[in-house]
């Protein structure tokens, strides 16, 4: 098909007419024809083939080979720290690939990808390492590391978390931007751990429970992203008052260190005193119920004599009277230096004897 101009002369497919060759003569010359272009190209590419490849039959087989060839790039490999995932114009079946060969739609339909899944990647809240030359610097990011303690404390925190990929399609897929998804969320959940805790236990004991704490409630978090990234652990790089209130927290640290030696020095002295106490007390009580107990013992047994001898008494009052006058008189007498007369046997006696000092002597010589 020839490109022909409506007044009658050829011209090109612009609307011009051929440009005048160098040579003489003045016919210009004519556009080409693309129909004899098309056949004689497909002439020229059978004349690359055997003789054997004719027609139709041969392109069927070279386009069977090119569909082959196109198939074998479909094949990846799944290293033993990765995980694979395929996908099929753009949609992901939900299947995790393990380590070994396999196989996928090539592009345009398919593609896949293997992220490393044993790979430890590590989140800086707080701070920023910059490489240099010089070594590793750490700028502070304030923004960042100032938090709230539960008793309304301003505390500088520096911390790391480390976290690996456990699921890969819920890793590429369920969040935009993984490394700031994981920034965001411990950087959250470190200020409602730290508002909980008071400042004391913020920078000494409490600084495993923190991490603790922390590591298991952005788990939580994380999970309920269905983020596909598991943490592995959260360490406190610096937890300290901030540089403007150093000077102020160092001397309300000396006080309450003060306050706690004066407390512990009171108790040794009442672990040592009260026990003294309690020993005295103890044996205080013992003396007083042995006392009451002779004391009693005695009433009793008074008691219990006195009742007998009031039996006695009944019945035979003259007989007790005499014994009772007798009892007496020996306790009276029994302690005095005396001499006895009897009435008839003495009539004889000097009165003015001084027999006591007689019986003295008399005993002295003997």
Excluded: C
């Excluded at 304030?142 to 690996?164: C, H, K, P, R």
């Excluded at 369920?174 to 236990?201: F, H």
């Excluded at 009435?343 to 010589?365: D, H, N, T």
């Amino acid at each position: 098909m020839a490109w022909q101009d409506n007044s009658g002369g050829n011209r090109g497919p612009w609307g011009q007419g051929p440009r005048p060759t160098g040579g003489g003569g003045g016919g210009g010359q004519q556009p080409p024809n693309f129909d004899d272009l098309l056949k004689k190209g497909q002439d020229q590419f059978k004349s690359f083939l055997p003789s054997r490849f004719g027609g139709g039959k041969g392109l069927a087989i070279i386009a069977l080979i090119l569909v082959g060839l196109w198939a074998s790039t479909g094949f990846f490999r799944v290293q033993p720290n990765e995980q694979g995932i395929v996908l099929v114009f753009g949609d992901w079946d939900g299947q995790l690939l393990g380590e070994g060969l396999h196989w996928n739609w090539p592009a345009p339909i398919g593609e896949y990808d293997t992220p490393r899944v044993t790979e430890v990647r590590k989140t800086e809240v707080g701070f920023v390492t910059l490489e240099s030359r010089r070594g590793d610097m750490e700028n502070e990011v304030l923004a960042e590391s100032l938090m709230l303690t539960g008793d309304e404390n301003i505390i500088d925190i520096d911390f790391e978390v480390f976290w690996q990929i456990n699921n890969a399609g819920f890793y590429l897929f369920e969040i935009r931007d993984p490394e700031e998804t994981v920034k965001a969320v411990a950087e959250s959940v470190m200020r409602e751990v730290v508002g909980q805790t008071d400042l004391t236990a913020a920078l000494t004991t409490g600084r495993s429970q923190i991490e603790g704490q922390a590591r298991s409630l952005m788990q939580e978090v994380l999970d309920s992203y269905q983020s596909g990234i598991q943490v592995q652990d959260v360490k406190l790089k610096k937890s300290d008052t901030p540089p403007e209130v150093i000077d102020e927290f160092r001397d309300v640290q000396a006080a309450g260190a003060d306050q706690q030696a004066l407390i512990n020095e009171a108790e040794a002295n009442a672990n040592r005193i009260l026990p003294e106490a309690r020993g005295q007390a103890a044996i205080i009580i013992q003396e007083a119920e042995a006392y009451r107990s002779q004391v009693v013992n005695r009433a009793t047994g008074e008691a219990a004599r006195f009742i007998s001898v009031y039996d006695e008494y009944r019945q035979a009052e003259d007989v007790t009277k005499k014994r009772m006058y007798l009892e007496t008189m020996e306790e009276i007498l029994g302690r005095v230096n005396k001499v006895i007369i009897d009435g008839e046997a003495g009539s004889g006696v000097v009165p003015y004897l001084p027999l006591p000092e007689v019986q003295k002597r008399a005993g002295g010589r003997s």
